[in-house]
């Protein structure tokens, strides 16, 4: 089930063609110029023409969140249309080109791979260990650095889809599964948290919600956990330590630089589990 955010970053994406529209609820696509408080150095890029020049070569805007202003951080999905015209090609899931910019210094363009998964629409955000290109705002000819890149990710996609295969084919061992649950607690909620709370929010990380989730290979727990720590809902108590703490329910991750941390730590760890087991 897609949040409210993922529902709504899908419909934004719908209505990509629809250049006014999408002045008016993500100015940061079309803000010509850098924050203030940027040095003369810093070399303006429009974020929506590089996402505009990557349509040409057949990707496809698929899903945009963030950028509700000026100088804010926004996220772009694209998929090639080869994996939206001919879903057979890949029937459980597509790779996607993700793009990551802001216009106030606190975030370098940056181009990663991503993995949607259909059963479920979750997006995985592969790790900086699989593909990580950043970009910083201070060369001119930063667009045709980014094409350059877009035009030899093909390599990159078939590197990512052998990873999904193999993820796939490994058999995670519970030792495994309570590893990654504790990597994405201390990502989620803060690396300060006690055991107890590691411990009570193992299962509920791994809490399985539909029947397409009960393998127990790493591909399938690794999204087991990252849907459920991005999408919220996890019960728990804020203090540990005594009766007095009250219970709550965690909130979805809607915060763009949050989203790929977790991300980012989740897929790493689970390369590395990968690697050891090699």
């Given at each position: 089930m897609l949040t409210k955010q993922e529902i709504e970053a899908g419909r934004i994406a719908d209505r990509f063609g629809d250049v006014q529209h999408m002045r008016n609820i993500c100015p940061a696509l079309f803000s010509t110029e850098a924050h203030p408080r940027m040095s003369d150095r810093y070399a303006f890029t429009h974020t929506y023409d590089i996402v505009d020049a990557l349509q040409k070569k057949d990707y496809k805007?698929?899903?945009?969140?963030?950028?509700d202003t000026r100088f804010s951080k926004l996220l772009v999905r694209m998929r090639h249309r080869q994996y939206i015209e001919s879903p057979s090609i890949q029937a459980d899931g597509a790779p996607e080109l993700i793009i990551m910019d802001s216009h106030d210094g606190t975030?370098?363009?940056?181009l990663a791979l991503g993995y949607m998964r259909f059963v479920c629409m979750n997006g995985c955000i592969a790790g900086d260990l699989l593909y990580n290109r950043v970009f910083r705002h201070a060369s001119r000819d930063l667009m045709a650095q980014v094409m350059l890149e877009v035009n030899d990710i093909g390599t990159y996609v078939n590197t990512l889809t052998h990873s999904v295969d193999a993820m796939r084919n490994y058999r995670t061992t519970i030792g495994d599964r309570i590893h990654l649950a504790d990597v994405v607690t201390n990502a989620r909620f803060g690396s300060?948290?006690?055991e107890t709370f590691k411990l009570n929010m193992r299962p509920k990380l791994l809490h399985r919600r539909r029947h397409e989730d009960t393998a127990e290979d790493l591909h399938t727990v690794v999204n087991v956990i990252q849907e459920n720590a991005i999408r919220g809902g996890l019960q728990y108590c804020t203090d540990t330590h005594s009766a007095r703490g009250r219970m709550i329910r965690s909130k979805p991750v809607n915060e763009v630089n949050k989203s790929v941390a977790i991300n980012t730590?989740?897929?790493n760890e689970a390369t590395v589990i990968m690697q050891k087991a090699a």
């Amino acid at each position: 089930m897609l949040t409210k955010q993922e529902i709504e970053a899908g419909r934004i994406a719908d209505r990509f063609g629809d250049v006014q529209h999408m002045r008016n609820i993500c100015p940061a696509l079309f803000s010509t110029e850098a924050h203030p408080r940027m040095s003369d150095r810093y070399a303006f890029t429009h974020t929506y023409d590089i996402v505009d020049a990557l349509q040409k070569k057949d990707y496809k805007v698929v899903s945009i969140q963030g950028g509700d202003t000026r100088f804010s951080k926004l996220l772009v999905r694209m998929r090639h249309r080869q994996y939206i015209e001919s879903p057979s090609i890949q029937a459980d899931g597509a790779p996607e080109l993700i793009i990551m910019d802001s216009h106030d210094g606190t975030k370098a363009l940056k181009l990663a791979l991503g993995y949607m998964r259909f059963v479920c629409m979750n997006g995985c955000i592969a790790g900086d260990l699989l593909y990580n290109r950043v970009f910083r705002h201070a060369s001119r000819d930063l667009m045709a650095q980014v094409m350059l890149e877009v035009n030899d990710i093909g390599t990159y996609v078939n590197t990512l889809t052998h990873s999904v295969d193999a993820m796939r084919n490994y058999r995670t061992t519970i030792g495994d599964r309570i590893h990654l649950a504790d990597v994405v607690t201390n990502a989620r909620f803060g690396s300060d948290r006690g055991e107890t709370f590691k411990l009570n929010m193992r299962p509920k990380l791994l809490h399985r919600r539909r029947h397409e989730d009960t393998a127990e290979d790493l591909h399938t727990v690794v999204n087991v956990i990252q849907e459920n720590a991005i999408r919220g809902g996890l019960q728990y108590c804020t203090d540990t330590h005594s009766a007095r703490g009250r219970m709550i329910r965690s909130k979805p991750v809607n915060e763009v630089n949050k989203s790929v941390a977790i991300n980012t730590q989740l897929w790493n760890e689970a390369t590395v589990i990968m690697q050891k087991a090699a």
